[in-house]
């Protein structure tokens, strides 16, 4: 039940070693089922407008649920195998891939909604909030793993950006936890710290935001 800083090993998203300057995620080393997972990141430059955030419940690079923060509506440069279209705001995706690693994967992670064995949308911001340059985001995120409901925070200084309400999706239970960059340099993350919960910690407030259940 002791925080601690992740420490972790950078797992590409696909063979191809160029797109590892692209997508990736760095995890750490511990498994969990109920979390509380905290944690903050800063874009430092003003160049390039793509997705920052982290992932929790990772299992392998096919299997995992990533919260991305895009900055600006974009339509990806490679059109194939399929155009990808990605939204402005905070997302949360659950990552059950058929075919792994590579192409698909890459243009479905991207996309805002959901590609067929591949990638889906469980939750956004419908409000489509950037983030901006050179400014400190604060995420809180709680997870209970025996209904599969999680509830996402962000924070920027004193000020909510974004509360998820209660979002349940059973597909991928437990796992290793990290951070997560798609096209975007110079992302610092850093004060990140988990603990273990109890039930009571845990429980999500079932009144409040909105559910998606698979």
Known sequence: NHPAMLIGVCVCMR?????????????????????????????NTEEDDDYAGFVFNYQSNKRFVVVAWKKTNQTYSVRTPFVSRAMSGIQIKVVDSRSGPGAMLRNALWKTGNTYKEVRTIWYDTNFVG???????????????????????????????????????????????????????HVIWSNIKYSCLTDSQCEPDSSIGRTSRR
């Open 131 to 185: 983030w901006e340059y050179k400014k400190a985001y604060r995420w809180n995120l709680k997870y209970r793993a025996d209904n599969g409901c999680m509830r996402l925070k962000f924070f920027s200084g004193a000020t909510q950006i974004v509360d998820s309400g209660c979002v349940c999706d059973n597909t991928i239970v437990g796992g290793k936890l990290g951070v997560f960059a798609f096209s975007q340099a």
């Open 15 to 43: 063979e191809s070693p160029d797109l590892c300057l692209h997508c990736y995620v760095h995890i750490g080393k511990d498994r969990f089922m109920d979390v509380e997972f905290n944690g903050t990141f800063f874009v």
